[in-house]
């Protein structure tokens, strides 16, 4: 280990060094009942997903095994668990717990060995993990700690340990005194990606003004911690301010509500770009001021900073985006996806009939004295955080709602919510040939296979089934022929019932490379028809926009209650369709979920809007509501007063010039500060300019502006010239309070999250020192280059110290905050005998062992960490500077090259390199075994030999001396003892208290002897 690199002190995957005593905390709800689950299921057995109907099509996996497979050669082992949220799924079908077989890629993982009798504490000591990716060894893991008498925790502290976890096929091996006792099996896969877009919105309630406080900002934590989805594949865009402190947004009204949820909904782009959209405000609102979060549908809900389980919301508001259902009474249910509580009433996600939960197996957390309406996850399951080392107390489903209080680790995944979006995030993708005819489907998630096949006509609008070989259509309404094309190819949806834009199904089904060719994609011009309607029929119109959008998401019913035709000059019609409209706002009522119906609705259809067309009525059931004339003239609009590579502040006011069929044009503005950003700036907009503050929205040096103007119909558009805008600097999230007190002999981890509006998510960088976005520096000096703070302090002094964390964008523009860390002088871990004195020596020197597996064999990747450590230090003292100043040096020695193991973590690889490569540990066939032990002859002279190489000095160390010299040299000096405990015995395996005794006392004597 070298002095402050950043992974090795505490990194537990590799070097073990020292296990790390400040976390996890255990929770007192810990399951502790070994063996039960999945006991009696053959290993890896993969249960029914009601609307299962198996592997994603299309799937073509790149390693071989797909169920899990689990041995045991051990009797005492019970199971393998792979935990990224549980170790066992619950069949509600059978009531049978199941081993999880779902795992994403780049996700943390935890590993935890049941046992059947309690875990004696030699297996503890013995024990090691090996991880194997594609048959390929990544490394090993020694137990983190035992989570309670049966069950043994492994889990990577460094990803890069164990390739962080790319998409493979991983075989986990458990050793036991280096006897294989079980192995498992698992796959993990790449996910999806997806964005969602967290907006803080300005409120008006009663009159009073309010902003958010900021603890909307660490609002993301509970979406990736408990979804099927790496971090790294969540874009989570903190978005510009929405204000909505308009009259008509008034919170303490259910109008004002609805309102303003539709003015949160007009945040998504023309191309549905997020996948879902989350507006915080501060306070509890509605007529009682009792309302914690609100939605009228997706993918749009707000939520108050004020819910104690903030952030279980956004879990729960993305899920239904994938059609998971509520599980709180009066919900939107999907009973056949994720089973509510028995006897639980709703209605229907999709087809909004009413629909009951009928399925006894599934019981709500009330039933069982936990705070909850969602369906209980039983602590068999071992509901685990791994990206926070947590075990969660009792939980119920995030699909559910709790009470006032119950905070945001209460609300967990169940394993069918997992499983199903594990689906959805891991098989949009998929290899095809030619056209694809099954697949998921984009409006109700069915699973279709050979659908008929439908295409629309472009002279009446009426859909006429066509055969798959098809290139022409003849319309059974008119006879007009047809040809196939992009954007009037449909499928009937068994599920939904509605016909699916081929296009939408095509986009998430297939690789796009894979595009049929006798189809060309091109954009598709879309009307989005919007306005307010009232439960009476009595329709008010928004502005309606048209855009060019690259994927025809359009879905047609045969039946509905409302219905758009367009005609042609002519009074023919040319196109119609189906929709249906809720009247329903869901909102969280202190905490208790429910479902009322509103006065008003927001219509909201996008359609492909026909060329040809110049009338649209739209109507209710046969009733004529609207119609509207369409003028043939294309708004044309243009920005004023902008010219190339201007500059703008916080405050800007925008100017424009429009003209069109009336005076009465519409307008909206998007900015764009870089490729395929888009950020609303405002809508509905009438005269012709605009002020806007920009202070909340990404800097930029090369940006510009849409405006898209309407005459209610026709919308013209237009861009600005390329603009400059002032760059914001980085927002540290970590607060102080977060930092506390720490024991001498105690690692110390923060990890802040960084947000920069331009950058996004900041991380830092310790392989590029000149690069680094992130530093820590302690009483100014530069301590370490990467956003998590991680710090062995026994050679600081006990006291109080001011860490500075500093965060640059790529702007040059710097935050900076101070933590303030006290380290105490409490050393009451230290072994209370007679090695006291010399680990303390080896701790206050760098040399870190596993301080609870002192008498332990030390693994020759821990020995070589240390003496790799000694090697750096030395050589930095023969260059003159102070060896043992804990602050940073290059720890790259410039002679690394090639590689000797095949493991994978860089920083372990250069510190098992280095005695390797220096003669001084071997490394059979060109690999370098960090398992296994070490004889105390050969740990002793690798010691010795390695320093004397580093000090380049045969009047201190003579790196020729024999092995028997080496020795008589460590008794002569004391630093091996005649007798006793630190007596000399060759041949045995060197405990890691012996190598920390013997590595304390050996560089103090070189030290004090020749160096000072
Ligand atoms: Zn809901
Ligand atoms: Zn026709
Ligand atoms: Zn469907």
Not at 13 to 19: E, F, L, N, Q
Not at 423 to 428: I, L, P, Q, V
Request: net charge negative.
């Amino acid at each position: 280990m070298f002095f402050n690199n950043p992974s090795s002190p505490i990194d537990n995957t590799i070097t073990g060094t020292p296990r790390p005593t400040a976390s996890p905390p255990i929770s007192p709800g810990t399951p502790g009942t070994p063996g039960t689950p999945g006991g009696s299921d053959p290993p890896g057995a993969e249960r029914p997903n009601p609307i299962d109907t198996g592997w994603p099509t299309g799937r073509t996996p790149s390693f071989e095994v797909l169920a899990a497979g689990f041995t045991a050669y051990d009797p005492r082992v019970d199971m393998i668990e792979v935990n990224q949220a549980l170790s066992y799924g619950y069949d509600t079908e059978t009531a049978e717990f199941y081993v999880m077989t779902s795992f994403a890629a780049r996700k943390d993982t935890a590993v935890f060995i049941a046992f059947s009798e309690p875990i004696a504490n030699e297996i503890y000591l013995t024990s090691y993990l090996t991880v194997e990716c594609n048959g390929k060894l990544l490394g090993y893991m020694l137990p983190f700690t035992a989570t309670d008498d049966y069950t043994l925790h492994f889990q990577p502290r460094d990803l890069s340990g164990v390739g962080n976890w790319e998409q493979g096929g991983y075989t986990f091996r458990l050793f036991i005194d280096d006897v294989e006792a079980a192995m498992r099996t698992a796959n993990f896969f790449d996910t999806i990606s997806m964005t969602v877009l967290a907006i803080p919105v300005r409120t008006i309630y009663r009159g009073q003004i309010s902003s958010c406080s900021g603890t909307w900002r660490d609002s993301m934590e509970w979406l990736t911690a408990s979804f099927p989805i790496a971090r790294s594949n969540v874009q989570y865009i903190l978005g510009p301010e929405l204000d909505l402190t308009d009259r008509q947004y008034d919170l303490s009204t259910e109008q004002g509500m609805v309102n303003a949820w539709y003015a949160l909904r007009g945040r998504q782009t023309p191309d549905n770009d997020y996948t879902a959209i989350v507006g915080f405000i501060r306070d509890r609102v509605g007529e009682e001021g009792r309302t914690l979060g609100w939605t009228c549908g997706i993918p749009a809900s707000f939520v108050s900073e004020a819910a104690s389980s903030m952030a279980a919301v956004v879990p729960h508001e993305v899920a239904h985006c994938y059609l998971v259902g509520d599980e709180y009474e009066g919900g939107s249910l999907h009973v056949a996806l994720n089973v509510p509580p028995y006897g639980m009433r709703g209605h229907d996600i999709i087809t909004r009939m009413s629909a009951v939960a009928l399925n006894s197996n599934v019981v709500d957390g009330f039933s069982v004295g936990v705070d909850g309406t969602g369906s209980y996850i039983y602590p068999q399951q071992r509901p685990y955080w791994a990206g926070g080392w947590k075990h969660l107390g009792p939980v119920t489903s995030y699909m559910g709602g709790g009470i006032p209080g119950v905070g945001t680790e209460s609300f967990w995944t169940s394993s069918e919510v997992w499983n199903h979006l594990f689906k959805m995030f891991t098989g949009f993708s998929g290899a095809s040939d030619g056209p694809l005819y099954s697949g998921t489907c984009p409006n109700c998630l069915y699973t279709i296979t050979d659908p008929n096949m439908a295409c629309q006509c472009s002279a009446c609008g009426y859909l006429t089934y066509v055969g798959k070989d098809d290139r022409t259509s003849t319309c059974a309404e008119c006879g007009n022929i047809d040809e196939i094309l992009w954007s009037n190819y449909f499928l009937e949806c068994m599920g939904c019932k509605f016909f699916i834009a081929y296009d939408w199904f095509y986009d998430i089904n297939a690789d796009p490379l894979e595009m049929p060719n006798y189809m060309e994609s091109s954009s598709f011009r879309t009307l989005h028809i919007r306005g307010r309607v009232d439960t009476s029929g009595a329709f008010t119109p928004s502005p309606w926009f048209t855009y060019d959008v690259s994927t025809n998401r359009t879905k047609i019913k045969t039946s509905g209650e409302y219905s758009i035709y367009f005609y042609d000059s002519g009074g023919n019609r040319v196109s119609f369709s189906y929709h249906d409209i809720d009247f329903i706002m869901q909102s969280n009522i202190d905490g208790e979920l429910s479902n009322r119906t509103t006065e008003t609705a927001f219509l909201d259809f996008s359609v492909v809007y026909p060329e040809n067309a110049a009338r649209i009525v739209i109507r209710k059931g046969d009733r004529e509501i609207y119609s509207v004339d369409i003028s043939n003239v294309t708004p044309q609009v243009s920005f004023t007063g902008l010219s190339n590579y201007d500059f703008l502040g916080d405050e800007v006011t925008l100017t424009w010039e429009a003209s069109g069929a009336t005076d009465d044009l519409y307008f909206e503005i998007w900015y764009c500060p870089a490729m395929g950003q888009l950020l609303s700036v405002a809508s509905n907009v009438t005269g012709r300019s605009l002020t806007v503050d920009l202070s909340s929205y990404p800097g930029t040096d090369k940006g510009y502006f849409i405006i898209y103007a309407t005459d209610g119909v026709m919308t013209g558009e237009n861009t600005s010239p390329i603009i400059r805008v002032q760059f914001k600097a980085p927002i540290i999230l970590l607060e102080q309070s977060h930092l506390r007190e720490y024991k001498i002999t105690e690692a110390i981890r923060m990890e802040p999250r960084i947000y920069d509006l331009q950058d996004g998510w900041l991380l830092g960088n310790f392989f590029d020192y000149e690069d680094s976005q992130v530093i820590w520096w302690l009483d100014g000096v530069r301590y370490q280059d990467f956003s998590e703070l991680m710090l062995f302090p026994y050679y600081l002094e006990p006291e109080v110290y001011v860490f500075t964390l500093s965060a640059t964008n790529s702007a040059g523009l710097t935050t900076t905050k101070n933590f303030i860390i006290t380290i105490l002088d409490d050393d009451s871990d230290l072994p209370d005998d007679w090695s006291r004195e010399g680990i303390e020596l080896s701790l206050y020197l760098g040399g870190v062992l596993p301080l609870d597996r002192l008498d332990a064999p030390v693994t020759r990747g821990d020995y070589a960490d240390l003496i790799s450590t000694q090697y750096g230090s030395f050589r930095f003292f023969a260059s003159g500077m102070d060896p043992y100043d804990p602050r940073p040096f290059n720890p790259f020695p410039d002679f690394v090259e090639g590689v000797i193991t095949d493991a994978t973590n860089d920083w372990d690889l250069i510190s098992w390199f280095v005695p390797v490569i220096l003669g001084v540990m071997d490394a059979p066939d060109g690999i370098f075994h960090p398992i296994g032990t070490m004889t105390e002859l050969e740990a002793a002279v690798a010691l010795y030999r390695i320093s004397a190489l580093a000090l380049d000095d045969p009047s201190i160390l003579d790196p020729n001396a024999s092995d028997e010299a080496i020795i008589n040299w460590y008794i002569m000096y004391e630093i091996i003892d005649t007798a006793g405990p630190n007596a000399f015995n060759g041949s045995e395996k060197l405990t890691n208290r012996l190598a920390m005794v013997r590595y304390g006392r050996f560089v103090q004597f070189v030290v004090v002897n020749y160096l000072l």
